[in-house]
C-alpha cells in the first residue's frame, strides 16, 4: 500500500508549531527516496520560516572516538538545556545493520531519561556506510529541526580521522576526547578536522590519565586557532557525575555567540549547506561530473554566496546540469 503523501506547506506549519507527529512524518518524508516524495520534501523545505532556518537557534555536532561517552554527555547536556528553559531535539547517527540498513541502537535508550518531556525529540539514523561521521539526511532533517527547537545536537557515528563531516555541517562542533587515548591528541595534531569550536575531555572522575589528557589538548590548542580566529576553549567534564556540563554549556553558546557578534552566523548556515552539496554531488557523479559543474572549490564558493534555498531543489536543479552535460559529451561521441 503507498502512502498518501502530505501537504508541504500544511505540514511545514505544523513543524514550526513544534506538533511531533508532524516532525515524524517530516523527517520519514526527507528519509523516502521515492520521485514523488522527493518533490513534496522540497516543497516542504521550502515551506519553513526561513528566518528559523538561517538565523535561529543553534545546530550543534558533538563527535569523538567511539567510547569516548559521547551519548552520555548528550544526556547530560541535554538536562543542562532543559533546566535553561531550552526546546532541544537530537539528531543521533548510529551504525547501520547489515541486513535491515537500518540504525543499530534504535530509539538510542542511553537516552531514556529525557523520553518523557515532551520538549525533547530524539531520532535515530542510520549512517548506512557513509564516510564522514554522518549519513546523507541529516542536513536537510537538521533544517527541519531547527524550525521547531532552539537546540539541535547532531551526535556522530564515531570519528576517525576521516570522519569529519560534521564540523562542516553544524554552527558549532564539540570533539570529545578520550582520556589517555593517543588517537585523540593525534587526531588534532594532524590537522586533518577544521579545528572543534569546542574541546572537552569526558570522563574526569578516573583523575590523572584526564587531567594529562587536558593539559595535552591546552598545549596543542595554545598553538592553534580555528580559521575563523575563534580561540578554542578544551574543558573536562563527567557525565557520570554531572560535573562540567554547565562550563560545557556555556562555551557551546559562548561560539554561537562569537558567530553572530562578528557577523557570521547566518555566512556559517550556509557554508553548511554548500558543504553538504557539494559533498553529495561528488559521491554521486564523481570528479568529472564535479569539473562539469566547474569544480568543487568554484561551485563551492558560488553556493556559499547565493541565498540558501531548498537544499533538495538545490541539489535536483545541480544535478540536472551534469546529466544534461553527460548528455552532450555522449552526443559528440
Not at 538536562?79 to 545493520?97: E, M, N
Request: proline share 5%.
Amino acid at each position: 500500500m503507498i502512502t498518501a503523501l502530505p501537504d508541504p506547506a500544511a505540514l511545514a506549519a505544523a513543524v514550526s508549531g513544534r506538533d511531533r507527529l508532524a516532525l515524524a512524518q517530516a523527517l520519514n518524508l526527507l528519509d523516502d527516496r521515492r520521485p514523488a516524495a522527493r518533490q513534496c520534501a522540497a516543497a516542504f523545505l521550502d515551506a519553513l520560516p526561513a528566518e528559523k532556518l538561517d538565523g535561529a537557534g543553534h545546530l550543534i555536532g558533538i563527535t569523538g572516538p567511539p567510547g569516548a561517552g559521547k551519548s552520555s554527555l548528550t544526556a547530560a547536556l541535554i538536562q543542562v538545556w532543559r533546566r535553561r528553559g531550552l526546546k532541544v531535539a537530537i539528531l543521533a547517527v548510529d551504525p547501520s545493520s547489515p541486513i535491515t540498513g537500518g540504525a543499530l541502537l534504535g530509539d538510542r535508550l542511553r537516552m531514556h531519561a529525557s523520553g518523557a518531556d515532551r520538549e525533547v525529540f530524539i531520532r535515530s539514523l542510520a549512517c548506512r556506510g557513509e564516510f564522514g561521521g554522518l549519513s546523507a539526511e541529516v542536513w536537510p532533517m537538521s533544517l527541519t529541526m531547527l524550525a521547531a527547537f532552539d537546540i539541535v545536537l547532531v551526535e556522530t557515528v564515531g570519528v576517525g580521522q576521516k570522519e569529519i563531516d560534521v564540523s562542516k555541517m553544524t554552527d558549532t562542533t564539540c570533539f570529545v576526547a578520550q582520556p589517555a587515548s593517543g588517537d585523540s591528541i593525534q587526531f588534532l595534531k594532524a590537522g586533518i578536522m577544521e579545528i572543534p569550536h569546542v574541546i572537552v575531555v569526558n570522563k574526569e572522575d578516573i583523575g590523572l590519565a584526564a587531567r594529562k589528557t587536558l593539559s595535552e589538548l591546552r598545549i596543542t590548542l595554545r598553538r592553534q586557532m580555528d580559521p575563523e580566529g575563534w580561540q578554542v576553549p578544551a574543558l573536562s567534564a563527567s557525565a557520570a557525575l554531572g560535573s562540567g556540563i554547565e562550563a560545557l554549556a556555556d562555551a557551546l553558546q559562548a561560539h554561537r555567540d562569537w558567530l553572530t557578534a562578528h557577523g557570521q552566523f547566518s555566512a556559517r548556515r550556509q557554508r553548511c549547506q554548500a558543504e553538504w552539496l557539494v559533498k553529495h554531488l561528488r559521491e554521486e557523479f564523481g570528479r568529472y561530473g564535479m569539473n562539469l559543474l566547474g569544480g568543487d572549490e568554484a561551485l563551492f564558493a558560488a553556493l556559499a554566496e547565493v541565498p540558501r534555498r531548498s537544499p533538495i531543489v538545490e541539489y535536483e536543479t545541480l544535478r540536472a546540469r551534469v546529466l544534461q552535460g553527460f548528455q552532450q559529451q555522449v552526443r559528440k561521441l
